[in-house]
């Protein structure tokens, strides 16, 4: 299970009211940086952009890869460790929007962590550290340190090796 904070909104659904739930100057700082970093070639600017401006934690070491997406209105809550990779084009969510409520959950990424391409990370999840993640997985559950996971559904491919 996915630990995120449910709340329940009352009259249209979350997303047609997302500015009572987060400032619409802050979306649009966040999304400015955001856009910013997703094209920046230095990846010690790229880091320096996030953890400025956004005030997530990022590792050091840690390398965001092109075009890699942000949560917009939550960056805040997304903590990736030291020496991770986050590969190509991947999404990290730490907001959702239903229909009768929205939900927030803290996205943890621990050292040395290896996220492939396309992947798309869910709120409330934590990925332990030395895992690996298959290009175009949807984590949707939290992944053991060292173990290797991939697909849609997330499957458990290789538990970390018993020493």
Do not use: C
């Not at 904070?5 to 997303?15: I, K, M, S």
């Not at 500015?19 to 910013?36: D, G, L, P, R």
């Not at 409520?101 to 409330?124: F, H, K, M, Q, W």
């Amino acid at each position: 299970m996915r630990k995120t904070t449910r709340y329940p909104v009352q009259g249209a659904n979350p997303l047609w009211q997302m500015y009572q739930t987060v400032s619409f100057w802050k979306v649009m700082k966040n999304f400015a940086v955001i856009q910013i970093a997703r094209y920046t070639p230095f990846l010690s600017w790229k880091n320096w952009l996030y953890r400025t401006f956004l005030r997530m934690e990022v590792g050091e070491q840690t390398a965001v890869a092109l075009m890699v997406m942000m949560d917009t209105m939550f960056p805040e809550l997304i903590k990736i460790g030291r020496n991770s990779v986050i590969g190509y084009n991947t999404t990290i969510l730490a907001h959702e929007y239903l229909i009768e409520e929205y939900r927030l959950g803290e996205v943890r990424i621990g050292d040395g962590v290896l996220v492939g391409a396309n992947s798309t990370i869910l709120p409330g999840v934590t990925i332990g550290d030395g895992a690996i993640v298959a290009a175009g997985t949807v984590v949707h559950k939290d992944v053991p340190p060292g173990a290797f996971v991939g697909g849609n559904p997330m499957q458990l491919i290789r538990e970390a090796s018993k020493q």
